[in-house]
């Protein structure tokens, strides 16, 4: 077993933005709230999520990968570690379209990986090859697992449909000045700015971490991702970009997509209540949410975090169990804004209905309005 | 001719001191002193168990290791050469008690733990809530929940589960191999701190049946006093197939410790030898232990069957079978267990450490997908609440206390149990010694053992950032070695410390 790695850590800035009547809105607004949270970050990892951007291949899975240096290994040309994904996306999966990820290089950023994306479907073919009750988003994750981590140099960052994640080495202004976000349009968007402890910063190791359309970005650190990792291996999950946001991101795809427990729930196991509270609850609760502690322990988050994850149809916003990182909300007519400081709301948003400090252990759910996007 | 054999230790009486009380001569339950006209002792039949020193009002006992009086031999020390003495003279086996003493090294001293500094802060045990509560049994892969309108609620019941207030729990340790009153201080201690005791495999007095639901009953061997209101009186029945005191071999409990009162717990003839047979006669092979199991689980409604095994070479695809053979507990007794009675050279040379074992079942069992199908327990040397934290990090649900427990209750590690002279009643079954171990005492001096360990957990979680025992269970990465190979690194998945 592979016992090797290092685990990154970081402490750093969050913003989100979500138009529950699906309206879709520039990139510039969160780069704006963003930019505020400067001094939350050190400029070495900047990112964003955006969802509703690809409309017009919106029934496509939406591939964003990067080719780049790995730390800790040899490094290959990086040109054939683009040659054998492209083939191997062309062997396995039905590519509507490849192209080169639009950037502006700029003094700020100025060597980046090669940065592809790619618009695919799930050929049927293939998905019958490996039958098992595999569905297509199934199929996708263990494309994404095997690039991540069967192909040197390689890494999908985002595969969502009608979203993607865009992020680098970079303070998050900077970096959204090189993908040009303000030239697209989504009606969630999330963005994090990043201040990692270990000084090699790297591309793949910014947030957003996604996986099918979710992204999660994190300020925190998660003490419990020794033995989250290792729950999570068990379910077959590959762990290959060695910063703990990766656990949130495989967690909620257990416990959500995988096993079909409500987004409310899994946010309930990983930041569950005190047996204190528990021993207090009626006696069918009390019985529900020991069975849930029971099974669910190792998946458990523990240590301080404010994570904002998004997924198609909305976006959540959470605590640790005993609120270790600053998470503020804010709602004004169909938006919802969430930050890690209040300053950053207002920046973008100065006179919002109504603000608060959402509860330890509580999540904030924001679900889009029916029949939108 | 037969060798003196030079006595281990040396009783010396400052007769100054002494007041002539013979509280020594009351106290020595292995015949040391006699009186004539002063305290005499004869050094002979000393252990060293200390009880003399302790009830002395006036200080007048000091008990010392004899030199050695023979040339010293690095390859044959002393003890080598009084075994073949005393093997030469009887023809018999060697015996002992209590766990292996050779000085094999201690992994847990190679292990050190993480704390939080700066990046993450440490939480603080004293003010926020932290928790140690532990549930032993199968859990599914997923909770069968509903949740409407802000309220969860359980579709399907989880399989039964034991609930510990603390992941510690007191090892099975026979009626036979200890006095009824130890039992009862387990029993009391296990049901006042919230965890369990097993009655190990000499059966349940009657008088401990109101304990039940602190009790693992367990079924060796041997089967003694397994009838089936004993199997139904516990919250789990545990099969012992071996310990890690003796493995490959069965319990022993020697005539001399075979009074009325065990004769009748465990159903055989007062005075002889309680030998149990090596493997239990109706399992050869995994499958028979699943019928076994299955039986069990029959017979008592579907209650938790745990599996005691010695930890030995292929321990990690033994625990695999037995968790597929429907354990839903495995419990693992590592090389340095105790007893009340082995063969010498069997406890101190068969079978290997707790902490790679663990650490060996615990990844295969990850590695096949069924980690959360049985709750690990492991057994044989936790000295502390570090070896416990320690082991915890390794992957175990919840570690067992012995010889830990013992101590407790007032045993000085003299390794004479299988006399039946117990001079602290721990022991022992002759009736003028168990009565000096008063079961409320036992049973307060056992709550306080745990009671200071739980503290000593809650610190170091708190430390580690972490306010749950579950986020530090198997999170090999909260632990660093010092001074190890890198294969044994390799073996318990942990870094060396510095990287």
Same mark, same amino acid.
């Given at each position: ?26 990139? &510039? ?8 949270? %400067? ?71 100025? &060597?980046?990986?090669?940065?592809? =994306?790619? @618009? ?18 199934? @199929? ?164 301080? @975090?404010?994570?904002? @994850?998004? %997924? ?46 959402? =509860? ?14 | ?40 002792? $004869? ?25 050695? #009086? ?41 292990? #050190? ?14 003010? /926020? ?72 495999? *000499?059966?349940?007095?009657? /008088? ?17 006093? #397994? ?6 009186? *516990? ?76 930890? !030995? ?19 693992? $007794?590592?090389?340095? *267990? ?50 416990? !934290? ?33 001079a602290w009643g721990i022991c022992t079954q002759k009736p003028e010694l168990t009565r000096r171990l008063d079961p409320e005492w036992g049973a307060m001096r056992l709550n306080n053992l745990l009671r200071a360990w739980g503290h000593e957990i809650k610190e170091f979680l708190g430390a580690l950032g972490v306010n749950s025992v579950e986020s530090l269970r198997g999170s090999r990465e909260r632990l660093r070695g010092l001074g190890l190979d890198a294969q044994t690194l390799d073996i318990l998945g942990v870094k060396p410390a510095g990287r």
């Amino acid at each position: 077993m592979n016992h090797w790695w290092e685990k990154d850590m970081s402490g750093c800035g969050l913003s989100g933005i979500i138009n529950t009547d699906g309206k879709r809105i520039s990139g &510039s607004v969160v780069r704006k709230s963003i930019a505020l949270q %400067h001094d939350r970050g050190n400029g070495l990892g900047g990112g964003f999520a955006a969802y509703g951007i690809y409309p017009d291949y919106k029934d496509y899975y939406a591939l964003h990968i990067m080719y780049t240096e790995e730390p800790g290994k040899p490094t290959r040309d990086l040109y054939e570690a683009r040659k054998e994904t492209e083939a191997y996306l062309d062997g396995t999966l039905s590519v509507k379209k490849g192209e080169d990820i639009p950037v502006k290089i700029t003094d700020k950023v100025k &060597s980046h990986p090669l940065l592809n =994306r790619y @618009f695919v479907k799930v050929r049927p073919d293939k998905l019958a090859e490996v039958g098992g009750g595999m569905n297509e988003d199934d @199929f996708i994750v263990s494309v994404v697992m095997h690039i991540n981590d069967k192909i040197n140099n390689a890494f999908v960052f985002s595969s969502g449909k009608n979203m993607g994640a865009f992020k680098g080495v970079g303070f998050p202004e900077d970096i959204a000045d090189f993908f040009m976000i303000e030239n697209y349009e989504g009606y969630t968007w999330t963005a994090h700015n990043r201040f990692p402890t270990n000084t090699q910063g790297w591309w793949g190791g910014a947030h957003p971490f996604t996986l099918l359309d979710w992204s999660i970005v994190h300020n925190g650190e998660i003490s419990s991702y020794g033995i989250n990792k290792r729950y999570l291996e068990m379910f077959g999950y590959k762990l290959a970009l060695l910063t703990d946001t990766e656990v949130v991101t495989y967690i909620f795809d257990l416990m959500v997509r995988k096993q079909g427990l409500p987004v409310e729930v899994a946010c309930k196991a990983v930041a569950a209540p005190f047996w204190k509270d528990i021993d207090r609850m009626p006696e069918s609760e009390r019985e529900a949410y020991t069975a849930l502690r029971a099974v669910y322990g190792s998946g458990l988050l523990n240590g301080p @975090f404010a994570i904002l @994850f998004g %997924h198609s149809r909305g976006l959540i916003g959470m605590n640790d169990r005993i609120k270790l990182r600053p998470f503020v909300a804010a709602t004004k007519g169909k938006t919802v804004y969430m930050a890690s400081e209040e300053s950053a709301i207002r920046e973008i948003c100065p006179d919002p209905e109504k603000v608060w400090a959402p =509860r330890a252990g509580h999540p904030v759910v924001v679900a889009l309005d029916k029949g939108v996007a | 001719m037969n060798r003196t054999m030079p006595p281990e230790f040396r009783v010396k009486i400052d007769h100054e001191k002494c007041r002539k009380c013979k509280r020594c001569l009351q106290s020595c339950s292995f015949g040391v002193y006699e009186f004539h006209d002063r305290v005499m002792p $004869d050094n002979n039949k000393c252990v060293a168990c200390n009880r003399c020193v302790t009830m002395c009002p006036e200080d007048a006992i000091t008990i010392n290791e004899t030199p050695n #009086v023979y040339k010293d031999h690095p390859n044959w020390s002393l003890q080598t050469r009084k075994n073949v003495w005393k093997q030469a003279e009887t023809g018999g086996v060697l015996l002992t008690g209590m766990g292996n003493d050779r000085p094999y090294p201690i992994i847990f001293d190679h292990l #050190v733990v993480d704390a939080c500094q700066v990046t993450n802060p440490s939480i603080d045990p004293l003010r /926020e809530p932290m928790e140690l509560r532990t549930f032993l049994g199968r859990k599914p892969d997923k909770a069968e929940v509903t949740y409407k309108d802000g309220k969860l609620s359980l579709k399907e019941k989880l399989p039964p589960q034991i609930q510990l207030e603390i992941p510690i729990i007191f090892a099975p340790m026979s009626f036979g191999a200890i006095s009824l009153n130890a039992h009862k201080s387990l029993a009391m201690a296990a049901k006042e701190s919230g965890t369990v005791y097993g009655t190990g495999e *000499g059966g349940l007095h009657s /008088e401990l049946f109101e304990y039940g639901p602190w009790t693992i009953v367990q079924c060796a061997s041997g089967r003694f006093g #397994v009838h089936s209101e004993y199997l139904n009186a *516990g919250v789990a029945v545990e099969i012992k197939i071996g310990q890690g005191a003796k493995p490959g071999i069965g319990g022993h409990l020697p005539g001399e410790k075979i009074g009325a009162e065990i004769s009748q717990t465990r159903m055989i003839p007062i005075g002889t030898d309680a030998l149990s047979p090596a493997p239990h006669h109706d399992i050869y092979s995994i499958e028979d232990l699943r019928q076994l199991i299955y039986a069990i689980k029959e017979a008592t409604g579907y209650k938790p069957v745990s599996v005691k095994i010695a930890c !030995v070479h292929n321990v990690a695809a033994i625990a695999s079978g037995i968790v597929r053979a429907g354990a839903d507990i495995v419990y693992l $007794d590592g090389f340095k *267990g105790g007893t009340g009675a082995a063969p010498t050279m069997i406890r101190d040379h068969v079978g290997i450490p707790i902490e790679l074992a663990l650490a060996a079942v615990d990844d295969r069992l990850r590695q096949e997908g069924i980690r959360n199908q049985a709750s690990i327990v492991a057994a044989g040397g936790i000295r502390s609440s570090a070896d416990a !934290v320690k082991a915890i990090a390794l992957g175990a649900d919840a570690c067992a206390i012995g010889t830990a427990a013992l101590l407790a209750l007032g045993c000085s590690l003299c390794q004479k149990c299988y006399t039946g002279n117990c001079a602290w009643g721990i022991c022992t079954q002759k009736p003028e010694l168990t009565r000096r171990l008063d079961p409320e005492w036992g049973a307060m001096r056992l709550n306080n053992l745990l009671r200071a360990w739980g503290h000593e957990i809650k610190e170091f979680l708190g430390a580690l950032g972490v306010n749950s025992v579950e986020s530090l269970r198997g999170s090999r990465e909260r632990l660093r070695g010092l001074g190890l190979d890198a294969q044994t690194l390799d073996i318990l998945g942990v870094k060396p410390a510095g990287r």
